[in-house]
């Protein structure tokens, strides 16, 4: 399997089952897309603001959703084999991608898994065992947590400086060098993980150091 970025940005997400992998996969996509959740129960109390519809998902009435929905993904999360069947099936012929909360391995060739998924925004990092072991998953994503803290103000950081680089005219190997530079430095990571508001000019302090540095040495050789 392949992971990919998806943006769910103003599309619908269709999950049928209200239990609690249900409601896990619901607050997930509900971060972005409009998530609906079908099913004759709810079992979680936190469905991250889905709309919730009471009812069986049969045949049927998923085909009435999936034609009124038209989702960008249609997860199968009851624990009847054979209603996540009856959504796979109908997801497929609408041409959305199908996520089974129930099946591991052998996949269909449009079937997704849904990774463990660390943010610290724009920065995402997601863990998959090939769908061989979630807890180890969950496991490592545990433990990434603490290792990418940071991320998120780096990658605004470098982005940022990428864009001053390019409007001082800086070309772009120079560029590519000190933003490189900057991203493996550890006083600019230690600066930005640390919660004192005066590091702020220590971040900046060590970033113009860097880039003073790429630029000097590559104008002398
Ligand atoms: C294939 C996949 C399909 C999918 O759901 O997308 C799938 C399938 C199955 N999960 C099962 C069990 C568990 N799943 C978890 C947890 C998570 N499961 C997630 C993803 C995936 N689970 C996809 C593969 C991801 C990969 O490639 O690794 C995570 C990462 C993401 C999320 O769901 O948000 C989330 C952690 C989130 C986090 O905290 O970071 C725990 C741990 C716990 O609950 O503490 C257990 C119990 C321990 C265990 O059994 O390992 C079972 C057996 C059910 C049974 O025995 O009846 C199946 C079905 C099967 O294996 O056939
Ligand atoms: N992918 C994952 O991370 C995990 C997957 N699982 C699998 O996912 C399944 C669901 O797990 P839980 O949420 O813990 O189970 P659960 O038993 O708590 O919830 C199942 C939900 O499906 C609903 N349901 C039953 N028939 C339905 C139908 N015809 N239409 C719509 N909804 C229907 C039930 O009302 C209930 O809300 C398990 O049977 C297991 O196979 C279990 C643990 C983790």
């Known amino acids: 399997m392949i992971p990919l970025a998806f943006d769910f940005a103003g599309e619908s997400v269709l999950v049928v089952g209200g ?12 971060r972005e897309a409009r998530v609906v959740v079908v099913s004759p129960s709810f079992a979680d109390a936190d469905f991250g603001g889905a709309a919730l519809v009471r009812a069986a998902g049969d045949a049927a009435t998923l085909r009435e959703f999936v034609a009124r929905l038209d989702p960008a993904l249609v997860v199968a999360a009851t624990d009847d084999a054979g209603t996540n069947d009856a959504a796979a099936a ?14 591991a391995g052998e996949r269909a060739f449009d079937d997704v898994a849904v990774p463990a998924t660390v ?11 090939g769908g061989s072991s979630p807890a180890l998953a969950k496991h490592l994503r545990e433990r990434i947590e603490e290792t990418i803290a940071g991320a998120g103000a ?8 990428r864009g001053d680089l390019r409007e001082a005219g800086v070309p772009p190997e120079r560029r590519r060098d000190a933003v490189r530079a900057v991203v493996r430095s550890e006083p600019v990571w230690k600066a930005l993980r640390s919660t004192d508001s ?8 060590a970033v113009a150091r860097i880039v003073a540095d790429v630029v000097d040495t590559e104008h002398t050789t």
């Open 19 to 30: 239990g609690s992998v249900g409601a896990r996969k619901a607050r997930r996509f509900a």
């Open 90 to 103: 109908v997801a497929r012929s609408a041409g959305a991608l199908v996520n089974r909360a129930d099946h």
């Open 119 to 129: 943010r610290d925004d724009p920065v995402t990092v997601a863990v998959s065992t």
């Open 154 to 161: 780096m990658a605004s950081l470098s982005a940022g400086l």
């Open 198 to 205: 005066k590091d702020d000019q220590a971040v900046g302090d």
